[in-house]
């Protein structure tokens, strides 16, 4: 009996770290924002970076999850046919691009 008691004297501390996961998550999902809608005008630019790339260091901005991201670096490939681009090994979508700069 006297283990049984020690086993409910922590309980109220397991239940604190799945509360702290839970408040974790719940600020993740707060700040999220809506996906930024870009113009016409930058979807042609991004456009044009991407159709004329040499190989040049670019700059992305790109929206995942709720959230906005930037990443530098190199185009490692560009596929038209699932419409994506790998820059250091990350997958961007197309449609996930904000922005695009060399």
């Not at 049984?4 to 501390?13: E, F, Q, T």
């Not at 998550?25 to 707060?30: L, P, S, T, V």
């Not at 456009?47 to 490692?76: C, M």
Request: proline share 3%; no cysteine.
């Amino acid at each position: 009996m006297n283990a049984d008691r020690g086993m409910m004297k922590w309980m109220p501390y397991q239940s604190l770290v799945e509360q702290g996961t839970f408040l974790r998550r719940m600020r993740y999902e707060k700040n999220k924002i809506e996906r930024p809608r870009i113009s016409s005008e930058r979807a042609n630019d991004i456009n044009e970076i991407l159709t004329t790339y040499g190989g040049e260091e670019v700059k992305a901005r790109y929206y995942e999850d709720g959230y906005l991201f930037d990443l530098s670096g190199h185009i490692d490939k560009i596929d038209p046919v699932w419409h994506y681009l790998l820059i250091g090994g990350k997958k961007i979508q197309f449609v996930n691009l904000i922005n695009l700069e060399r």
